[in-house]
C-alpha cells in the first residue's frame, strides 16, 4: 500500500494507472540504520523505493575493504537491476540514514515492469541517474583528494535526508570512502577547524552545509544538476502525454 502523497519520486512520476499495477503488492516497511537491504551474492528478493532515508551502493573487494559507488533517496529505488535478469547482486546497499520506503516482491515488480512501458521509463530514469553517479564518482575518486571526496559525500547524504545532523560513524565514512578510519580523523579534525563541520557527537555529524560545499569538489553539483535535469525532462515529456487529443 502507497502512502497519501507520495515521497519517492518515481512512483510519484507514474501515471495512476500504471502505479495502480504496483500499489497492491507493495508494502510500507521502516529502514533501519546500518540495515543491509541487499546483499552481493544474494538474489534480489524485494524492490524497495525510499519515501525517506538515504542508503549507500557499496562495493566489496576480495580483501575485505569497502567503498561507496552511489547513493540512493526518495529519488531512486534499490534492486531494480533484477529486471535485466536472475544474477545474484554484485553490489550490497546499506541504510545510512534510517527511513521508510515502498517494497515490492522482485518478481511482482518484473510482472509490471513488462507490461508497463511507464514503469520501464521510470526505471530507465533511475538508470540513467545511477549511471551519472558511477560515471562522476568513478572520475572523482581518481582525480580528487579524499577531504573534497569526503564532502561530497556528507553533502549527498544531507541532500538526501534534507537536514544538517547526518546519522554517521567514523567508521561509516571510512568504509564509503574506502580509506581508513585514522585518515577519517585526520579529515574531521580539518573540516572542524574550518567551520565545515560544527559538532560531532557519538554516532552523528552536524555539517555546516554552505562551508562544506566550499570544501567539496564540484562533483557533487555536477551530479545534482544531472539528476535534476533527468527528472524535469520526465515531468515535460508526462505534461505533453496528458494533453488532449484532438
Known amino acids: 500500500m502507497l502512502p497519501s502523497g507520495v515521497a519517492n519520486r518515481l512512483l510519484a512520476a507514474l501515471p495512476a494507472a500504471d502505479l495502480d499495477l504496483l500499489a497492491p503488492e507493495l508494502e510500507m516497511v521502516t529502514l533501519d540504520r546500518d540495515a543491509v537491504v541487499s546483499r552481493a551474492g ?3 528478493e524485494y524492490v ?3 519515501h525517506s532515508g538515504a542508503v549507500t551502493v ?3 573487494t576480495a580483501n575485505g575493504q569497502t567503498v561507496a559507488s552511489a547513493a540512493i533517496g526518495r529519488e531512486g529505488a534499490v534492486g531494480t537491476l533484477s529486471v535485466l535478469g536472475p544474477s545474484p547482486a554484485v553490489v550490497t546497499a546499506v541504510v545510512r540514514a534510517a527511513g521508510t520506503a515502498s517494497r515490492i516482491p522482485a518478481a511482482r515488480f518484473h510482472a509490471a515492469f513488462s507490461r508497463s512501458p511507464a514503469i ?3 526505471v530507465q530514469m533511475h538508470f540513467k541517474a545511477m549511471l551519472i553517479q558511477l560515471q562522476v564518482g568513478g572520475a572523482c575518486n581518481a582525480l580528487h583528494p579524499v577531504q573534497a ?4 559525500w556528507l553533502l549527498q547524504l544531507r541532500d538526501r535526508i534534507d537536514q544538517d545532523t547526518l546519522p554517521l560513524t567514523q567508521e561509516a565514512l571510512s568504509q564509503i570512502l574506502g580509506v ?3 585518515t577519517v580523523t585526520l579529515l574531521m579534525r580539518n573540516l572542524r577547524a574550518s567551520g565545515a563541520i560544527r559538532s560531532e557527537r557519538r554516532g552523528e555529524i ?3 552545509s554552505s562551508r562544506l560545499a566550499a570544501v567539496a569538489c564540484e562533483c557533487r553539483d555536477t551530479m545534482r544538476l544531472e539528476v ?3 527528472f524535469s525532462g520526465n515531468a515535460a515529456s508526462s505534461r505533453v502525454s496528458a494533453l488532449p487529443t484532438q
Not at 149 to 152: E, G, K, S
Open 149 to 152: 571526496r569526503m564532502a561530497r
Open 48 to 50: 524497495f523505493f525510499p
Open 58 to 60: 557499496m562495493i566489496d
Open 228 to 230: 535534476e535535469e533527468i
Open 120 to 122: 520501464r521509463h521510470a
Open 42 to 44: 544474494d538474489h534480489t
Open 180 to 182: 581508513r578510519r585514522t
Open 206 to 208: 552536524e555539517v555546516d
